[in-house]
Nanobody, 123 residues
Framework: QVQLVESGGGLVQAGGSLRLSCAASGRTFSSLAMGWFRQAPGKEREFLAAIIRGGGSTRYADSVKGRFTISRDNTRNIGYLQMNSLKPEDTAVYYC????????????????WGQGTQVTVSS
């Protein structure tokens, strides 16, 4: 089992940037695929981005492609989500998750999850 803790959320103006971090402990982080999701009030959880265990391949939702970048540093057991050109509709609680299977992580949101970090984008 891996434990995940997100940080880096906050309040930012539209057009601004934030970098979220996901610190992992417990099970070897480098053996797991990692992803980011978000959930806004009254809406379903939304997949944003995922990265394979070695970091060589990524996937993005169309809603964030070109604005968000997922990355990881397996030497430090940390994953990141760089968010640029933020919009008010990006306001949500952001979660990181990790699982052995990238497919399962993306399709059924399996694996271990963090507690989330709030991102608020003002207009």
């Amino acid at each position: 089992q891996v434990q995940l803790v997100e940080s880096g959320g906050g309040l930012v103006q539209a057009g601004g940037s934030l970098r979220l971090s996901c610190a992992a402990s417990g099970r070897t982080f480098s053996s797991l695929a990692m992803g980011w999701f978000r959930q806004a009030p009254g809406k379903e959880r939304e997949f944003l981005a995922a990265i394979i265990r070695g970091g060589g391949s990524t996937r993005y939702a169309d809603s964030v492609k070109g604005r968000f970048t997922i990355s990881r540093d397996n030497t430090r057991n940390i994953g990141y989500l760089q968010m640029n050109s933020l919009k008010p509709e990006d306001t949500a609680v952001y979660y990181c998750a990790a699982d052995q299977s990238l497919h399962n992580l993306v399709v059924i949101a399996s694996g271990s999850w963090g507690q989330g970090t709030q991102v608020t984008v003002s207009s």
